[in-house]
C-alpha cells in the first residue's frame, strides 16, 4: 500500500482508550507495564487526533462496555476473566468511560458502542459503518497490542480492508510484547506505521 492514505476512505478505529487503563485509578492500569510508554503514545494519539480533525479521515471509537453482572459473558476467560475478576468497564461506572483526552474531541470523534470482547467488529456496526462511507484504508490506535489491537486487524484484513497498525500510538502489556507484534506478527497482514506517516497524507 502506498504510504499516502486518500482521507476520504481512511479510518482511524481506537481501541480501548479508557480510564480502567489510562487513569491512574484504573482497574487495568497496571495491565500496561511500561507508565512512560503509555503516557507517551497517549501523547502521540491525540496530537494525530489533532492533525485528523481538520480532514475527511472517519474517526471511530470502539470502547469496550459490560453490564454491572457482566452476564454477557459466559465462563469468560484469559483477559475478559481478569477484566471481571477486576471489576472493570462497569456500565455507568467511570472506569468504562472515555479519557477525557478524546471525550474533548466531541463530535468529531464517532463512538460505536457494542464491543464486548477483543475484536471491535464482533457484535457492533463498525464495518456497516466503515462500508457505508466507502473506507478502505483501516487504521489502528488503541490497547492492548496483543489482544484487541490484533484481534481486530485480523478482523479488518479478512473484512478486505488494507490494514495498518500505528506503532508508536499503541501498547502492549510489556516492551517485548510491543516490539514482538510489530516486527513479526502485525506485518504478517498488516502495514506497521508512525502516526506521521498518516499525518503526513493528503
Known amino acids: ?5 486518500d482521507m476520504n476512505k481512511t479510518a482511524l478505529v481506537l481501541i480501548g482508550y479508557q480510564n480502567d487503563y489510562f487513569a491512574p485509578e ?27 480533525s481538520t480532514t475527511d479521515a472517519l474517526i471511530i471509537s470502539t470502547p469496550i462496555v459490560f453490564t ?10 484469559g483477559i ?11 456500565d455507568g461506572e467511570k472506569g468504562a468511560e472515555t479519557i477525557s483526552e478524546l ?16 475484536n471491535a467488529f464482533s457484535n457492533t456496526d463498525l464495518d456497516e459503518t466503515l462500508r457505508g462511507r466507502d473506507i478502505t484504508n483501516v487504521v489502528i ?23 495498518s497498525v500505528l506503532k508508536d500510538c499503541t501498547a502492549g502489556r ?13 506485518p504478517l ?10 499525518s503526513r497524507s493528503e
Not at 68 to 77: G, I, W
Not at 189 to 198: H, N, T
Open 103 to 118: 471525550s474533548d474531541f466531541g463530535e468529531r470523534i464517532l463512538e460505536i458502542p457494542g464491543k464486548r470482547g477483543l
Open 68 to 77: 454491572q453482572s457482566y452476564e454477557e459473558l459466559v465462563e469468560p476467560t
Open 141 to 163: 490506535a488503541g490497547v492492548v497490542t496483543s489482544i484487541c489491537i490484533d484481534s481486530t486487524g485480523r478482523a479488518a484484513h479478512e473484512r478486505g480492508y488494507r490494514v
Open 80 to 90: 475478559l476473566k481478569t477484566i471481571v475478576d477486576v471489576g472493570a468497564f462497569k
Open 1 to 5: 500500500m502506498s504510504s499516502k492514505y
Open 174 to 186: 510489556t516492551d517485548f510484547e510491543q516490539d514482538f507484534y510489530c516486527d513479526k506478527v502485525f
Open 189 to 198: 497482514y498488516a502495514q506497521v506505521i508512525d502516526s506521521g506517516e498518516l
Open 26 to 52: 484504573g482497574a487495568l492500569v497496571g495491565a500496561l507495564e511500561d507508565a512512560d510508554w503509555r503516557v507517551k503514545m497517549l501523547d502521540n494519539t491525540v496530537k494525530l487526533i489533532e492533525s485528523l
